[in-house]
């Protein structure tokens, strides 16, 4: 342990020091294997419970715990402790707000987080202290790429994997040329240049790519060259509050009519209520659609409306995965977090019934999955088709895959 709390002692080296200690009887006063098991697995939530993703670190932290209170409280056999850190969404404070669930809290999974830029600097750290990390939403493409590591999973998405099938279904309806707009980070980048290449195959061209720093919510002048460029669509990447903001700007501003606007569905999750009508009729591309017809999702709604008063979104999807990912592999090895060959295989190799129907995941650990053509109808982003089937992000640099 590296920080200002060294003194206190790590399970496993406690176990290693009670084995050598036992001749001198002061074993007794370590945890055995047995009482080690039985203690409560501690997760430590690393998400940004403040800002523009506030509702979405809001949805995964909620359904997580109620995936656990739906299996009486237990994962494997071990009750769960729960430690929260606001990341801020925030990469600067990234490393430090990482090292305070690794080192400080010393807990056993990291369950975070929602930006790719601080998803990135969990990711190095996850690496360098080998400690379990799921990921329930950021979408960095290198986490499970170039960077993928045997602990790591993600049970959201890759950047790529939403945005790719949006190339053809916007080339489909007849856009030929597109402008996009995203936030100027990681995610947003990554989430162009998958749309392009998709795009770009069905034969279309981008005009412009305009880029907002993040987390701004300034879109007029951007508006206005849209507006001026006159793109046959738009494609853009905003999510939680910024979505809520740049859906309602570009309906006041006039465009919606004469200029469709697509984008991943983060455009509409999670978001539906406080868009109103300015989100009416609008397409976007996702790993779930509020009313698809498995009884999965049905219970999750259901359950999720009753305990929080409020509409399930695909974050809280995210997060109630993560928690049965983590329960498949604790069942596997029937509580015995140290057994970690065994834990991280039954991982790789579940099977979720997820609400957003069939999830497996690939040999660099995300989630292969459907993705969704959906269309806010009546308040909810109502399933259109399937826009592509059991899709796998490429993981391209991954030595897993
Ligand atoms: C990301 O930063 O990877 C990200 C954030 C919010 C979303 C989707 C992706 O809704």
């Not at 656990?68 to 990341?87: A, N, P």
């Not at 056993?108 to 600097?121: E, F, K």
């Not at 049970?155 to 996009?180: E, H, L």
């Not at 749309?195 to 770009?200: H, L, M, Y």
Request: aromatic share 10%; proline share 5%.
């Amino acid at each position: 342990m590296r920080d200002r709390n060294s003194h206190l002692i790590d399970r496993r080296s406690a176990l290693k020091l009670a084995g050598g200690v036992a001749a001198t009887g002061l074993a007794a006063r370590f945890p055995t294997p047995a009482i080690a098991q039985a203690a409560a697995l501690k997760v430590g939530f690393m998400l940004p419970y403040t800002g523009t993703y506030a509702p979405l670190a809001k949805a995964i932290d909620n359904a997580f715990r109620m995936y656990v209170d739906e299996k009486g409280g237990k994962l494997g056999g071990r009750s769960i402790q729960y430690v929260t850190v606001d990341d801020e969404a925030e990469p600067a404070k990234g490393p430090d707000n990482m090292n305070k669930l690794v080192s400080r809290e010393n807990v056993d999974v990291v369950v975070g987080t929602v930006h790719s830029g601080v998803a990135m600097a969990m990711v190095k750290i996850a690496r360098e202290s080998n400690k379990l990390l799921i990921i329930p939403n950021a979408g960095a493409n290198a986490a499970t790429g170039p960077m993928c590591a045997p602990n790591i999973f993600r049970t959201s998405f890759t950047n790529w994997q939403p945005c790719y099938p949006m190339g053809k279904v916007m080339a489909d309806a007849g856009v030929k040329r597109a402008i996009t707009i995203t936030w100027k980070y990681a995610a947003g980048e990554e989430d162009v240049v998958a749309f392009r290449e998709g795009f770009g195959k069905a034969g279309g061209t981008i005009d412009a790519e305009l880029y907002v720093p993040f987390p701004e919510v300034e879109f007029q002048s951007y508006l206005t060259q849209i507006a001026e460029k006159k793109p046959d669509g738009v494609f853009a990447f905003f999510a939680g509050g910024g979505a809520v903001k740049f859906v309602r700007d570009y309906a006041a501003a006039g465009l919606k009519k004469s200029i469709p606007l697509y984008g991943p569905g983060f455009l509409t999750d999670g978001t539906l209520q406080a868009q109103g009508e300015a989100a009416d009729g609008l397409k976007t591309t996702l790993h779930y659609a509020d009313d698809l017809d498995n009884p999965a999702n049905k219970a999750f709604r259901a359950n999720y409306q009753k305990r929080y008063s409020a509409e399930a979104d695909v974050y809280g999807v995210q997060g109630y995965d993560a928690a049965a990912l983590l329960g498949v592999g604790l069942d596997a090895v029937k509580g015995d977090f140290a057994a970690t060959q065994a834990l991280y295989a039954a991982m790789r190799g579940a099977k979720l019934d997820s609400p957003r129907g069939p999830v497996t995941f690939s040999a660099a650990q995300n989630p292969v999955q459907n993705i969704y053509l959906r269309e806010v109808r009546g308040g909810k982003n109502a399933y259109v088709s399937i826009a592509a089937a059991a899709l796998a992000d490429p993981a391209t640099g991954c030595k897993m895959a």
